[in-house]
């Protein structure tokens, strides 16, 4: 892997084993021990197949694609949660997967406990995460609810949190799965502010994304994925180039003039 990237995936394929239940009777999975009729069928099915690409440092890359087409399961091997069955996964430099609502928090702790154990995930000691703490509060705007078991967080408040400690721990790369599509305007807005400031510090962003406006003002290279293999890959830019060469409208919750700086740095 050079200096220059922070991601390499190398033909990463990706399969699970998926269990047709034919019964469920008790009576059913007895006679199946003896008769193959009746017993429970695996097939194995392959949510990924022969997925190569590269992410530039600093860069922001677009995983595109129809549902379960294999974006989530692209993050989780990018974020180590999963290991690919075939082919290669390399990173460089500190993770910051917001893929999933509540990933790496336990429902019974409170939001200030969960703070400090998603820190650790994270390899942050928990002096360095008191020096933090105000800031990762602050900016989720919990205060109020920072005692609260998060089992009792709406799933808004799930993603204020993840979100907060992900940008607050100097993440080098950062995941995101569509987790920020459940913020409400104003709070989405900040998210992708402070994307992009860290993106003027070199912060490589993967964006999964059903959103092209979005896509388009965040990132510099996309791979459309269909049926768990590449479609389609290269430069968004040339991408719009030869459509209709126009910049598409902003989403309501995001404004164009402060998008542009985000593509311009990471070149
Ligand atoms: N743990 C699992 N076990 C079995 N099948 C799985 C598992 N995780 C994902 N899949 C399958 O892999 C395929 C790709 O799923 P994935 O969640 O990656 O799609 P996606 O592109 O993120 O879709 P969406 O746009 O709906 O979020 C789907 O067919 C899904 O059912
Ligand atoms: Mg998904």
């Known amino acids: 892997m050079s200096d220059d990237h922070a991601i390499v995936a190398e033909n990463v394929s990706k399969a ?3 269990h047709h239940n034919r019964v469920s009777s008790l009576k059913g999975r007895f006679v199946g021990l003896f008769r193959d009729r009746w017993r429970q069928r695996q097939e194995t099915f392959e949510a990924l197949h022969d997925v190569s690409f590269r992410v530039r440092r600093g860069s922001a890359f677009a995983l595109m694609g129809p549902n379960g087409s294999g974006k989530s399961t692209l993050m989780q091997l990018i974020a180590g949660i999963m290991e690919p069955t ?3 996964i390399t990173t460089r430099g500190r993770v910051a997967p917001l893929i999933e609502l509540g990933v790496g928090f336990n429902p019974e702790l409170t ?3 969960n703070i400090y154990l998603n820190a650790s995930l994270y390899g942050f000691s928990n002096k360095e995460t008191r020096r933090r703490f105000k800031d ?3 900016f989720s705007e919990l205060g109020h609810f ?3 078991p998060v ?3 709406s799933s808004g408040m799930y993603m204020r949190l993840g979100f907060s ?3 607050n721990l100097d993440p080098e790369i950062l995941l995101a799965d569509e987790v920020l599509a459940v913020g409400d305007a104003d709070f989405q807005e900040k998210c992708y502010k402070s994307i992009q400031t860290l993106q003027k510090r070199g912060m490589t962003l993967v964006l999964v994304s059903h959103s092209f406006q979005l896509v388009r003002q965040f990132c510099d290279d996309y791979v459309q994925l269909k049926g768990g293999r590449v479609v389609e890959a290269g430069s968004l830019d040339e ?7 126009s910049v598409p409208a902003s989403p309501p919750a995001f404004q164009p003039k402060a998008s542009s700086h985000a593509k311009q740095n990471a070149g």
């Open 151 to 153: 089992k009792n967080y």
């Open 165 to 167: 400690v992900a940008i």
């Open 86 to 88: 075939g082919g290669r």
């Open 239 to 245: 991408l719009a180039d030869s459509t209709d060469g």
């Open 146 to 148: 920072i005692d609260t």
């Open 136 to 138: 990762i509060v602050e």
């Open 111 to 113: 939001g200030e406990e």
């Open 16 to 18: 699970f084993l998926l």
